[in-house]
């Protein structure tokens, strides 16, 4: 087997690996949307750097949450390198196509940060490939840590006519938590408790000087 077949065939199984593994994720994620954080992704289509672990969230036809699910979505951060990497993986029986302007992440409705047109890939952000056979896509692009409300993420899809695909709502909450950012809120708050004790036996010693 040549090399651009064993990677072919391991995407795709790394594909049918997390697909499987979304559906039972989901209702957890949606009490707790942290996005995984971790090493960067290869942004060639293949799919072989994802793993169960990425699995985010369920892709509503027209983004309704009542209506079938017509793909998955994936989500790591590279906190070292500050980039939000993406994946859509349709179900089985739907095809993703190749229309660049419908294939895309924003923030709500107007903040595009990535879409179908910054493919091939070069290795600058925002960076965007099909994957083969309508198998989906993925992208990447730069992003700071912290919490955003209305991630947007979009496909278009075959399912026996053409059909979109959406997170529920068009718009859902994603909190990205690296460990630094984590230690220096613990610095900042120990430092606050710690004026905070201060200040308190300043007050206690100038209180009893007063009294003697």
């Known amino acids: ?13 790394t594909l049918t690996l ?14 707790a949307p942290a996005v995984a954080t971790g090493m960067a992704i290869n942004v060639d289509g ?12 369920d892709m509503y036809r027209a983004g ?7 793909s998955h979505l994936l989500l790591r951060y590279d906190c070292a390198a500050e980039v939000l990497y993406v994946a859509v993986i349709p179900v089985a029986g739907v095809t993703v196509l190749e229309l660049d302007d419908d294939n895309f992440v924003k923030f709500g409705n107007t903040d595009k940060r990535v879409d179908g047109s910054d493919a091939p890939p070069d290795g600058s952000q925002p960076d965007f490939t099909y994957a083969p056979n309508g198998g989906g896509w993925e992208a990447s692009f730069a992003l700071a840590a912290g919490s955003y409300p209305n991630l947007n993420v979009h496909a278009q899809v075959q399912d026996g006519e053409a059909q979109t695909s ?10 990205i938590a690296c460990e630094e950012q984590s ?10 408790q710690s004026q905070s004790q201060e200040q308190s036996q300043s007050q206690e010693q100038s209180q009893s000087q007063e009294q003697s």
């Open 1 to 13: 087997m040549n090399s651009n077949r064993r990677r072919l065939t391991t995407g795709l199984a």
């Open 18 to 31: 997390c697909a499987s593994l979304i559906g039972l994720a989901a209702p957890a994620l949606a009490a």
């Open 46 to 57: 293949s799919f072989a750097d994802w793993t169960a672990a990425d699995a985010f969230a």
């Open 64 to 70: 309704k949450a009542d209506k079938p699910v017509e």
């Open 166 to 175: 959406a997170v529920a709502g068009r718009a859902i909450p994603i909190v």
């Open 183 to 192: 230690q220096s809120q613990e610095q900042s708050q120990s430092q606050e």
